[in-house]
């Protein structure tokens, strides 16, 4: 063997150790430990009025979607034993804007409706009824305008510290200010509590603790309490050794706690639970503590003639009057119910300046215009028409009502914009919606788009875009639409990812 080919097969044993080495550390290089997957409950609805939020003169909360083991159900039929679960009294909802609490509501009832006439069109499956309730605003710091009376002041040792009182001011000096001064006496057994002042400082504060140092066996250290004027020596016998005090024991009150009702509709171990309000304070007597059975009042869709036990009066059902139908001057906003607390995302995107609103606005009127079924103009009369003259242009295509929202539906991620409008009115109106992101050149990249005419909702509904919503806790939005048909609607969700927009979740229909 040459001395070339012993140099190859060193080298290629060579490479081979080196890779034996690295895969034997790859093997026993550790990484961060796995993580279970976290058990997330989290439910999404609709929450419909009419009429001021603060006061609205008829309300009624729509179930959408349930998110519980890692899967999407329906919130108006999951766990319907007998109602569902999304809808139990006393859930508690935070009504969101793009991620942002913008209150509370507390499920009173909940009831199944069926329509029967066109005048309640819509109203089919269950909906519950709520009380809504604004967040507290944080109370403002206000600052003490009272002057602050401390101050340092130095005592006659040159000693400064800090008083709450003015100082004194100097005495006058006397007649007998030139008398040398008197000497003091000779200290005692039993030092006294009062110190003299020298007559440049200022007299003692009788507020001021003053430390002392007492002899072995002073009354202070027989546990005889000294007055702040008189010696120990000068108290009366009844001060020197007061009677040690006796423990007053505490009454015992009877406790007022009592067992909760049981409830039929949660009396599964296993059914989960969402948040509720705390219990009524049991030490408040009500005016009537009896059990009575009365009628749910519509609380059970499935069995109005069901009994409900409770304690104190009659239920009274929910405070607003139910709303029906679809008015045209009703409200819509996202409610979310998390067995867990969260923190607060916002998912809005925020411009940078009014200028680039008003572009991207003007790029995606020009993409919904080339969508739209172009208008045929007017054919020219048959005594004008040449071969010389060219077909006339198309007519503009006007916009109306036109919405345009961004988000950021993740920390880093790429903006979505959601643009809707509509043209003409009556048989010749035409809804158009677009879902867009940037492209790599600044461009709107159209994600999904719908198009549909008055006349076609049957066939395709029309997509009306609600908000942006984290339907099941992982801090990353989807887009919330309300497909509204001729006579009956659907709520969808679709996640936006990998430069396309896939429906995630979409209900049963309400007619």
């Not at 006496?185 to 140092?213: C, F, K, M, V, W």
């Not at 940037?438 to 009306?464: F, K, N, V, W």
């Not at 099941?472 to 887009?479: C, F, M, P, T, V």
């Amino acid at each position: 063997m040459t001395e070339k080919h012993c140099r190859r097969h060193a080298a290629a044993l060579l490479s081979m150790l080196l890779f034996c080495a690295t895969h034997a550390e790859a093997q026993t290089r550790k990484g961060p430990a796995p993580q279970a997957p976290q058990d997330v409950l989290r439910t999404v609805a609709v929450y419909e009025w009419t009429g001021d939020l603060a006061k609205p003169t008829a309300a009624r909360v729509v179930p959408v979607s349930l998110f519980i083991d890692h899967n999407f159900q329906d919130a108006a039929l999951y766990l319907s034993r007998p109602m569902p679960l999304a809808l139990e009294p006393g859930n508690i909802y935070e009504l969101e804007s793009a991620g942002v609490n913008q209150g509370t509501l507390t499920l009173s009832t909940a009831s199944r409706l069926h329509s029967t006439n066109a005048v309640t069109s819509f109203d089919d499956g269950w909906f519950g009824y709520a009380n809504w309730k604004p967040l507290q605003a944080p109370k403002p710091f206000v600052a003490s305008t009272q002057p602050s009376d401390a101050h340092i002041v130095t005592s006659g040792e040159g000693k400064p510290h800090f008083t709450r009182t003015p100082d004194a001011p100097s005495p006058a000096p006397s007649s007998s200010a030139s008398a040398p001064p008197t000497p003091a006496p000779a200290p005692s057994s039993a030092p006294s509590t009062t110190q003299s002042t020298s007559g440049d400082a200022p007299p003692p504060d009788p507020n001021r603790p003053i430390l002392h140092h007492t002899a072995p066996g002073d009354a202070q250290n027989s546990g005889a309490p000294a007055s702040s004027t008189q010696t120990a020596d000068a108290l009366p016998p009844a001060a020197a050794s007061p009677a040690p005090a006796t423990p007053t024991p505490a009454p015992t009150t009877p406790s007022t706690t009592q067992s909760k009702p049981s409830d039929t509709s949660t009396n599964d171990a296993d059914r989960p639970t969402f948040p509720r309000p705390p219990p009524a304070n049991t030490k408040k007597k009500s005016a009537n503590t009896g059990a009575s059975v009365t009628d749910a009042g519509g609380l059970l869709g499935d069995d109005p003639g069901r009994p409900h036990l409770h304690h104190g009066g009659a239920t009274t059902g929910p405070s607003i009057p139910a709303l029906h139908g679809l008015p045209p001057d009703m409200h819509q906003s996202v409610a979310v119910s998390d067995a867990a607390t969260r923190p607060e995302h916002n998912f809005t995107y925020d411009w940078p300046d009014a200028n680039q609103k008003a572009a991207m606005l003007a790029k995606l009127e020009t993409l919904a215009r080339a969508a739209l079924p172009q208008p045929t103009a007017p054919a020219a009369p048959a005594h004008t028409r040449t071969h010389a003259h060219k077909p006339a242009p198309p007519l503009p295509i006007t916009l109306l009502g036109e919405e345009l929202h961004a988000y950021e539906i993740s920390y880093g991620g790429v903006n979505v914009f959601v643009f809707s409008a509509h043209t003409g009115e009556g048989a010749t109106l035409q809804n158009v919606t677009l879902i867009a992101q940037l492209d790599i050149y600044g461009a709107p990249h159209i994600l999904l788009q719908s198009i549909t005419g008055a006349t076609h909702l049957d066939e395709t509904p029309q997509m009306r875009f609600l908000d942006a919503v984290d339907a099941d806790g992982d801090n990353r939005a989807e887009l919330l639409f309300e497909l509204r048909g001729q006579t009956q609607r659907q709520f969808a969700l679709y996640r936006i990812a990998q430069g396309t927009a896939t429906q995630e979740f979409l209900t049963g229909s309400t007619q």
